[in-house]
């Protein structure tokens, strides 16, 4: 099981106080994580043969359809932490505070897979690992402290899709902000683009595309998908 690393961003208020982590805030992470993480698995074993490729695909496809809703679900709560009682100046902070929240899921899921597929392990792990999201043994229902709270977040997405006007402001309000802007510019410091200037060309979240124009003028396009983006030069 991936244990949920309690980071910074998951202990923080956006008025700039600490807190002790919520239950809630330990499923969302929790959630996310695991989505990212076979999403990474998925990725890496793809580019070691055709086999792996069709088991990643299987397995994403699979374990999906099970716990798409619940992933869903988390990612509401992670914008619905903070929505009732944000000030203009708090909604910016809590733009941001998402932005950690994902760039540190990310960095997590890529370093358990590293970890996974490190040395000689590699083929052996994918198909160990990717049979275990697709045979559900890592599904989220099996841990029941998180899940039961990503339940009640299903339900509380539910009940605000039927309230339009609601469900539009919250839409439009998130929208002018590009979620994987962290994660991209970590991207760009490993391309060793030097102060790169990012915009977002599409925000449809979970689907979002950027570019960065470096200092010496290089041009990268740039796709995520929740949150795992891809660089293209």
């Known amino acids: 099981m991936l244990k949920p690393l309690l980071s910074v961003a998951l202990g ?117 690992q990717l049979t275990a999201y697709r045979d559900g043994r890592k599904d989220l229902s099996r841990e029941k402290k998180y899940f039961d709270t990503l339940v009640t977040l299903q339900n509380e997405r539910q009940a605000l899709t039927t309230d339009v006007e609601q469900g539009i402001s919250i839409n439009a309000r998130y929208r002018r902000y590009g979620r994987s802007l962290f994660v991209v510019e970590q991207h760009m410091a490993r391309q060793g683009c030097n102060q790169p200037e990012i915009a977002l060309l599409r925000n449809a979240w979970p689907l979002e595309v950027y570019d960065a124009v470096c200092s010496d003028q290089s041009y990268y396009l740039v796709q995520c998908e929740w949150g795992r983006c891809d660089v293209k030069p």
């Open 12 to 128: 923080l208020t956006l008025v700039g106080c600490a807190s002790l982590p919520t239950p809630r805030s330990e499923a969302i992470h929790f959630a996310l994580l695991q989505d990212a993480t076979l999403r990474e698995l998925a990725s890496q074993c793809s580019a070691l043969g055709a086999s792996q490729q069709s088991l990643a695909v299987q397995a994403q496809r699979d374990w999906w359809q099970r716990n798409g809703n619940a992933v869903m679900a988390a990612d509401y709560g992670l914008l619905q932490l903070n929505w009732d009682q944000a000030a203009e100046p708090a909604e910016q902070q809590r733009a941001y505070w998402s932005m950690q929240v994902l760039e540190r899921v990310q960095v997590d899921s890529i370093e358990q897979v590293d970890d996974w597929l490190s040395g000689n392990r590699a083929e052996r792990n994918c198909e160990q």
